[in-house]
């Protein structure tokens, strides 16, 4: 049995930054993980995703170069860190993981997720 658990989320102002964590339990070890976020009447989108070794990584265009995805299979987290944030990132944003192979972008190709964390990022 999988679960996931964020943390980090909060109250930033635009250009600041914030550090999602993700806890799971669970063998996470050698699923890929990802991020997904969904704002108010939007659907959820994707974010960015790392493979179960770390040697691969996927970013969203609106996110690369700010927000950096990793993970620390010997402590079964994974983090996010986002960097010169702006108000567009706000979201609740969710941590998922899946069986499947490679590093899945799309959030049907995900099985597990958490109950998300909110960011609001104020201009």
């Known amino acids: 049995q999988v679960q996931l658990v964020e943390s980090g989320g909060g109250l930033v102002q635009a250009g600041g930054s914030l550090r999602l964590i993700c806890a799971a339990s669970g063998r996470t070890s050698i699923y890929p993980m990802g991020w997904f976020r969904q704002a108010p009447g939007k659907e959820r989108e994707f974010v960015t995703a790392?493979?179960?070794?770390?040697?691969?990584?996927l970013y969203a265009d609106s996110v690369k170069g700010r927000f950096t995805i990793s993970r620390d299979n010997a402590k079964n987290t994974m983090y996010l860190q986002m960097n010169s944030l702006k108000p567009e990132d706000t979201a609740v944003y969710y941590c998922t993981a899946t069986p499947r192979l490679g590093v899945p972008a799309q959030a049907h190709e995900y099985i597990y997720w958490g109950q998300g964390t909110q960011v609001t990022v104020s201009s």
């Open positions: 790392i493979s179960w070794n770390s040697s691969s990584t």
